[in-house]
């Protein structure tokens, strides 16, 4: 299993940078996950439009989904479109997105899959298992499972015990870290500091912590000293490019 990060950046992209958007590969299949602002231009530096075999986004906020709509209009638009495209989201967070345009311009580029957090899914060779997390809409992390690899990622959460669940045993988690330290306290329930990140890392006894979704303007190498405090394991940041090979 092979992730490749397309963007970290939390509520807006940074100049030069993108919004959450991770490329997930295994046995030539190609998930994207949560496809946020500015993904798709790094998306298709390294694949073709009609090389994503699905897409699974965990909510609908537009740091999420918003570039499902360039992806689509980039297969839907052309002599030749591909089949469509497997889109599978918690209900009607994609409703806004796929508003954006004209009633049915885009309606043979996809088939919208809607799932209840909880549910378990078949995601080509993926197993994926979602759980509801906190956040300030319905948000669903989802541990994908591939062979013997294990990707547990979070979307947007404040700390729960299952995140913690949803993580168990995993080879690499990517978690949620808008803030290095300290969450303003209108936030607490809805996101995760870095120092939060690392404390149920630990606890979840995964392998291998990425933090992403860090705002712009935080600073990096803090957010994992923070995450450091608290769990012993290799940390990284998501930074548009970082590929991480599970097996």
Same mark, same amino acid.
């Given at each position: 299993?092979?992730?490749?990060?397309?963007?970290?950046?939390?509520?807006?992209?940074?100049?030069?940078?993108?919004? &959450?958007?991770?490329?997930?590969?295994? #046995?030539?299949? !190609?998930?994207?996950?949560?496809?946020?602002?500015?993904?798709?231009? /790094?998306?298709?530096? /390294?694949?073709? $439009?009609?090389?994503?075999?699905?897409?699974?986004?965990?909510?609908? +906020?537009?740091?999420?989904?918003?570039?499902?709509?360039?992806?689509?209009?980039?297969?839907?638009? !052309?002599?030749?479109?591909?089949?469509?495209?497997?889109?599978?989201?918690?209900?009607?967070?994609?409703?806004?997105?796929?508003?954006? #345009?004209?009633?049915?311009?885009?309606? #043979?580029?996809?088939?919208?899959?809607?799932?209840?957090?909880?549910? !378990?899914?078949?995601?080509?060779?993926?197993? $994926?298992? %979602?759980?509801?997390?906190?956040? &300030? =809409?319905?948000? $669903?992390?989802?541990?994908?499972?591939?062979?013997? !690899?294990?990707?547990?990622?979070?979307?947007?959460?404040?700390? &729960?015990?299952? =995140? =913690?669940?949803?993580?168990?045993?995993?080879?690499?988690?990517? +978690?949620?870290? %808008?803030?290095?330290?300290?969450?303003?306290?209108?936030?607490?329930? +809805?996101? &995760?500091?870095?120092?939060?990140?690392?404390?149920?890392?630990?606890?979840?006894?995964?392998?291998?912590?990425?933090?992403? +979704?860090?705002?712009?303007?935080?600073? $990096?190498?803090?957010?994992?000293?923070?995450?450091?405090?608290?769990?012993?394991?290799?940390?990284?940041?998501?930074?548009?490019?970082?590929?991480?090979?599970?097996?």
């Amino acid at each position: 299993m092979l992730l490749t990060i397309l963007g970290g950046c939390g509520a807006w992209p940074g100049a030069g940078q993108a919004c &959450s958007g991770y490329l997930v590969e295994h #046995d030539g299949f !190609r998930l994207l996950v949560d496809p946020g602002y500015a993904t798709v231009p /790094r998306l298709l530096e /390294r694949v073709a $439009a009609d090389q994503i075999d699905a897409v699974f986004v965990s909510h609908g +906020h537009p740091d999420h989904c918003a570039d499902l709509n360039p992806l689509l209009r980039a297969r839907a638009l !052309r002599d030749d479109p591909p089949a469509p495209l497997p889109v599978y989201s918690p209900p009607g967070a994609l409703d806004a997105v796929l508003a954006l #345009d004209r009633p049915g311009m885009l309606a #043979d580029a996809y088939v919208l899959r809607e799932f209840t957090a909880g549910d !378990r899914l078949g995601i080509g060779p993926f197993d $994926a298992w %979602t759980r509801l997390l906190p956040h &300030s =809409v319905p948000n $669903a992390g989802v541990r994908l499972t591939a062979g013997d !690899r294990v990707l547990a990622y979070t979307g947007d959460s404040g700390p &729960s015990p299952d =995140v =913690v669940e949803l993580a168990r045993g995993a080879h690499l988690l990517l +978690h949620e870290a %808008t803030y290095a330290d300290r969450v303003p306290e209108g936030s607490q329930r +809805h996101l &995760s500091s870095a120092r939060e990140a690392g404390r149920q890392a630990k606890e979840a006894g995964v392998r291998h912590l990425v933090l992403t +979704h860090l705002q712009p303007g935080t600073d $990096a190498v803090a957010a994992q000293a923070a995450a450091g405090a608290g769990y012993d394991g290799e940390i990284g940041v998501a930074v548009s490019g970082l590929a991480v090979d599970l097996s």
